[in-house]
């Protein structure tokens, strides 16, 4: 299968969790013998902090201006077996276009942010990477978040065949590894500044950090607008690459999941960082969101937080506990959640044909 994608980024990971995913989809889906052709805009941001050049079993393919690439598109669409354009796509909705008019294959819709497509809706602003007439001309619509979620994708923008194609860790670059005394903690938390998750960040981490100032924290993330009022016991780093990570969960006693509200409110949404963690063997701690125990059993294999003492009690227990439920956690993750279990399922969507 040849499979044309037009996507945010695959080439950095800086300040977005697309890069990641895409990662180790393509390195799963080259490994089922399919090629994949990925189209990112070259921006200055993403340029600087580039940390991968290549695509393993495929091909990347840069572009400053969409109408000097548009040529090249094309003729990757011409002999496509699926084409797929994703949210925020900087040439979203030109993409989308093309896809829908040149592509003989399957034509596909990705909408890795789909609670902010549909909060952005309801404040009656499309949002540029959608097409002016909806979903409709698609022949399949993926999101990466399930539950009421697709049912809003069609009602509101018209999608004709609505599945989850949910998050996923690629255990060749998350695995456990030996920890790093420069990242050692009690607790650690990985993720980009949000507005419409710093009250969760700040009862769920900085809260437990101001009341056990002997305890250890770190955070890894880049956007926060001021880290000087932050207790001493907390370490930012502001960007730590993919290839990083590993060390950062092995370091941490446990590692915490905060879920945007915006997410939270439609539920079902796993972030990535839950399987990274849960595939280096780290104990994993996690707001609520209706149906986290779709992926993970509660207690067994992951720590439900909703206060900062229920963080404050978490870290009292013991490491033998801990351990237990990360290992229970990592032997899920492997079963169920990893980039190849998500590359049969995009493969078996793709060949499906509805009845």
Not at 18 to 25: F, S, V
Not at 328 to 339: D, F, G, Q, V
Request: charged share 25%; aromatic share 10%; net charge negative.
């Amino acid at each position: 299968m040849k499979l044309v994608i037009f996507g945010l980024t695959v080439s950095s990971s800086w300040g977005n969790g697309h890069a990641t995913l895409w990662r180790g989809l393509c390195r799963a889906l080259a490994a089922r013998s399919h090629q994949v052709v990925f189209f990112e805009h070259d921006v200055p941001y993403y340029r600087s902090t580039r940390d991968l050049f290549a695509l393993e079993g495929g091909e990347l393919v840069f572009y400053e201006d969409w109408d000097e690439v548009s040529e090249r598109a094309a003729r990757e669409l011409a002999d496509a077996d699926a084409a797929m354009v994703t949210s925020f796509c900087p040439d979203g909705e030109r993409a989308a276009e093309l896809v829908l008019d040149r592509t003989r294959g399957v034509r596909v819709f990705y909408d890795l942010d789909t609670p902010v497509t549909l909060a952005s809706l309801e404040q009656g602003v499309r949002p540029p990477y959608l097409p002016e007439q909806g979903l409709g001309g698609f022949d399949l619509v993926l999101s990466f978040t399930g539950g009421k979620a697709l049912d809003e994708l069609a009602s509101r923008l018209g999608a004709r065949r609505v599945a989850p194609l949910y998050g996923h860790v690629d255990p060749d670059v998350h695995r456990p590894t030996p920890p790093d005394p420069d990242l050692r903690s009690d607790l650690s938390y990985i993720g980009t500044y949000s507005g419409d998750r710093e009250a969760a960040v700040d009862e769920l981490f900085f809260g437990p950090a101001r009341a056990l100032p002997s305890r250890r924290f770190v955070l890894a993330g880049s956007m926060y607008p001021d880290d000087s009022r932050w207790p001493e016991n907390v370490q930012h780093r502001q960007h730590l690459a993919p290839n990083a990570h590993p060390a950062l969960f092995c370091s941490s006693r446990i590692t915490l999941n905060v879920t945007r509200s915006t997410m939270a409110r439609f539920g079902h949404c796993p972030s990535g960082r839950l399987f990274e963690a849960a595939a280096c063997g780290a104990a994993l701690a996690s707001d609520w969101f209706e149906g986290l125990d779709c992926f993970f059993a509660p207690e067994r294999e992951i720590h439900v937080v909703r206060t900062r003492n229920d963080v404050i009690e978490l870290l009292d227990r013991s490491d033998e506990e801990l351990l237990r439920s990360a290992e229970a956690a990592r032997e899920r993750t492997l079963a169920c959640h990893s980039a190849a279990v998500r590359a049969e399922s995009l493969e078996r969507l793709l060949w499906e044909r509805p009845s």
